[in-house]
């Protein structure tokens, strides 16, 4: 979406009721995007510390008044339509999924969606698209390598650039975020070029999150159970989300309230909220029995924070 003023933002329409399970038949690849998720992500990824995810705000879209009135796209327009109850409906062009069978509809004008803040152009600023050492095979009979050998790490471990600095804790925090909220369309992360190797990650792309509150996917977990490393300032942060006063659903919570979407209903249902918590406690434990089966917590523990001093 463009503005007036040229800013630009990634909108992504609401295409669940946020008390809807993901199908259990479907596969993953298969779910649809949540809009509640890309905001929820957000809000996550800012109280676990990471900041990787650009920053996302919920709206609430008068259809007519602020896309079909006022778009330059004339193509656009076309596509506009009234559905059999009434509702003001749209489906745009493009390759896939831009007919009427699959439109995004107002209620009866008004719809729900995420706008993500758009990164700087790629002329501008180009991005290196990265692969996820445990990318899921997107097939329903082929497993990938992680799936079948206990000792990928060790592979991933030798490989650049995960060989060396923290782009390997990095995917480690990646898994955990993806942990919490069952994210398993984790196939790319991003960095910026010119910053090289030694840089932060960039995690777009997290509409298939929060889909299914009331059942746990532990092989998204897999890179910290497989490699037992993390980030010390990781779970200083994760032990102080367990505390009472700092509880991760009740800090998400608060959060989600401030966006303006949380009017119109809680971004999380409360179900979604306390399966953060059970998450947290599996994190917790995984790296509880990485700790047993090393003689040093600094074979587990990465000291990103050695100013910072030991508990
Ligand atoms: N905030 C952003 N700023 C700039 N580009 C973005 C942003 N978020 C996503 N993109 C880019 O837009 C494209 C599509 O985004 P996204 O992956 O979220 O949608 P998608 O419908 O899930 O697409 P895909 O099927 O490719 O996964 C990606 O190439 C991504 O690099
Ligand atoms: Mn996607």
Same mark, same amino acid.
């Given at each position: 979406m463009s503005f007036p003023n040229y800013g630009q933002a990634l909108f992504k329409p609401m295409k669940q009721e946020r008390h809807e399970e993901t199908n259990v038949n479907l596969y993953y690849f298969s779910d649809f995007e949540r809009h509640n998720a890309e905001i929820a992500a957000f809000h996550l990824d800012r109280i676990l510390g990471f900041r990787r995810i650009p920053p996302v705000i919920g709206r609430l879209i008068n259809v007519i008044k602020e896309i079909k009135e006022v778009t330059t796209d004339h193509k656009l327009v076309t596509t506009f339509f009234n559905s059999p109850v009434g509702n003001t409906c749209f489906h745009g062009h493009c390759s896939y999924y831009c007919s009427t069978e699959h439109a995004v509809c107002g209620r009866p004008i008004k719809l729900e969606g995420s706008l993500a803040v758009m990164l700087p152009d790629l002329s501008l600023a180009p991005r290196h698209s990265w692969r996820s050492p445990w990318r899921r095979s997107y097939s329903r009979t082929n497993q990938a390598e992680w799936e079948t050998n206990s000792n990928y790490c060790d592979t991933v471990k030798q490989t650049p650039p995960y060989d060396r600095g923290t782009r390997l804790v990095d995917v480690i925090d990646m898994s955990i975020l993806d942990f919490l909220m069952s994210n398993?369309?984790?196939?790319h992360y991003e960095t910026f070029e010119k910053f090289g190797n030694d840089t932060f990650l960039i995690h777009l792309d997290? &509409?298939? =999150?929060? &889909?299914?509150?009331s059942k746990d996917e532990p092989s998204i977990l897999a890179p910290l159970v497989q490699c037992c490393r993390v980030r010390r300032s990781t779970l200083l942060r994760l032990r102080l989300l367990s505390l009472p006063p700092y509880r991760l659903s009740d800090v998400m919570r608060a959060s989600l309230s401030r966006d303006p979407l949380a009017e119109v =209903?809680?971004?999380?249902t409360e179900p979604h909220l306390s399966a953060l918590d059970r998450r947290l406690e599996t994190v917790m434990q995984a790296i509880q029995d990485c700790l047993q089966q090393h003689q040093h917590h600094s074979d587990v523990i990465y000291d990103d924070i050695m100013d910072y001093p030991q508990a």
């Open positions: 398993m369309d984790r196939h997290n &509409g298939r =999150a929060f &889909g299914r509150h =209903a809680p971004l999380l």
